[in-house]
């Protein structure tokens, strides 16, 4: 059974509202511990959901614009990234800002400032970043560069992804 459900009376063209069913809840949560006894909580997904903003740069909390230069031997990348203050309604930071970056060709040795993680497994660097808003250092504006050696180049320029939080806001990515 559905924990939430579409309340059409309360929808309309801008936004969507929705009704909690709470005896489904307390079914679902004794159904927990029935099968997990000794749990001291239990985690629920309630709603997965996508935001639709509108188009451009401006509503992007945190832009990135990625180089890539390409050689037999080697890769280089530098990932330019900015806080985007005006994207939120209050002011407020990223946290556990996460970079995964994909390399292929196959990398023998990565140097990069600051210092990433290389997962061979994975084919992927990944940049750990505490915190970044206006109050970071630069205002929030830095840069991700590193080398990869290569023992099968060139690779390719592959799309890179970034995730995040920010408490008391509506919209992440």
């Keep these: 059974k559905t924990l939430i459900a579409l309340d059409p ?23 927990q ?10 985690n629920i997904g309630i709603m997965k959901y996508q935001m639709r ?12 614009v990625a180089y ?13 990234y ?5 994207a939120f309604p209050m002011a407020t930071a990223l946290t556990n800002v996460t970079v995964h970056l994909p390399v292929d ?3 023998t040795n ?8 290389w997962n061979a ?4 660097a990944l940049w750990k970043i505490p915190e970044i808003s206006k109050a970071s250092e630069g205002g929030g504006v830095s840069t991700l560069r590193a080398k990869f050696d290569l023992s099968e180049g060139p690779s390719k320029p592959m799309t890179l992804a970034v995730k995040f939080n920010s408490e008391g806001t509506t919209l992440s990515g």
């Design 9 to 31: 009376s309360q929808t309309t063209l801008d936004s969507q509202a929705y009704t909690f069913n709470m005896p489904a809840l307390l079914t679902y949560l004794k159904q």
């Design 33 to 42: 511990a029935d099968q997990n006894i000794g749990a001291s909580y239990y």
């Design 53 to 64: 903003t509108p188009a451009g740069i401006q509503n992007t909390p945190l832009t990135l």
């Design 68 to 80: 890539w230069k390409c050689e037999p031997v080697s890769t280089e990348i530098r990932v330019d």
């Design 82 to 86: 900015a806080y985007n203050e005006p």
């Design 105 to 107: 060709g196959g990398v």
């Design 110 to 117: 990565v140097q990069s400032i600051p210092t990433a993680t």
């Design 121 to 124: 497994e994975a084919k992927r």
